[in-house]
């Protein structure tokens, strides 16, 4: 028998940063090395972009379609960023969670904040770009956003990295790879914490059989 048990239930990986960060690369990155995790699919009520598709990326609705969600208490966090609301829908995260997977939200750091109060328990991993400079290029060259919209999502980024401190850990995207692998070695490290121990199996007959053994064998080699 084991002398520990290990707390089954699922972790939930609060992953954010600003716009241009490499949060959904890093994400897919995970998705690729770990196969017990789920990513939530977060709501919005901005149209989507380039490729996007509704029930994949986000669920894509109506702003009044979301105030909905909102009043009758459907979602487990919402914000709103640059005129759009986003927010996570409470359907299947406990679920997914209750059979030991783990679940990561992609979100902002005001609706990360609202989850912190709820869930402090939960894992807050805070995505870094390597420079301003080069999150400016990321966001130039990503190729999806008016002038307008990248002075405003850099302008934003100040606003989010002065956040840094309200999580657990901060990693820097400077290369892709490194930065997947230090996100999943921090989802591991967290699962041996001691405070997801649920029982210690100590002063059960099989510990006293050892324990007789044991007083045996140095017996034995008097």
């Known amino acids: 028998m084991p002398i520990i048990k290990q707390n089954e239930k699922g972790i939930l990986i609060v992953i954010s940063g600003p716009s241009g960060a490499g949060k959904d690369s890093i994400i897919q990155g995970l998705l690729k090395k770990e196969t017990n995790i789920w990513v939530s699919i977060s709501m919005t009520s901005r149209l989507p972009r380039g490729q996007e598709k509704d029930g994949k990326d986000y669920f894509f609705v109506t702003r009044e379609k979301f105030e909905e969600n909102i009043k009758n208490g459907n979602l487990l966090e919402y914000a709103e960023y640059n005129g759009n609301y986003y927010g996570t829908p409470k359907y299947q995260i406990e679920e997914y969670l209750k059979q030991g997977i783990?679940?990561?939200?992609?979100?902002?750091?005001?609706?990360?904040?609202?989850?912190?109060?709820?869930i402090p328990e939960a894992l807050f991993i805070f995505i870094m770009p390597p420079s301003m400079e080069e999150l400016k290029n990321r966001l130039v060259n990503r190729g999806t956003d008016s002038e307008?919209?990248?002075?405003?999502?850099?302008?934003?980024?100040?606003?989010?990295?002065?956040?840094?401190?309200k999580y657990n850990y901060v990693v820097v995207n400077d290369e892709l790879d490194q930065a997947v692998e230090k996100v999943d070695s921090i989802i591991r490290a967290e699962k041996c914490r001691v405070d997801r121990i649920e029982e210690v199996f100590l002063n059960n007959p099989e510990e006293s059989v050892h324990e007789g053994l044991l007083d045996k064998e140095f017996d034995n080699s008097k």
């Open 102 to 118: 783990d679940v990561i939200l992609e979100i902002e750091i005001q609706g990360a904040l609202q989850i912190k109060e709820l």
């Open 148 to 165: 307008e919209k990248i002075v405003a999502r850099f302008k934003r980024a100040y606003q989010e990295i002065n956040e840094v401190t």
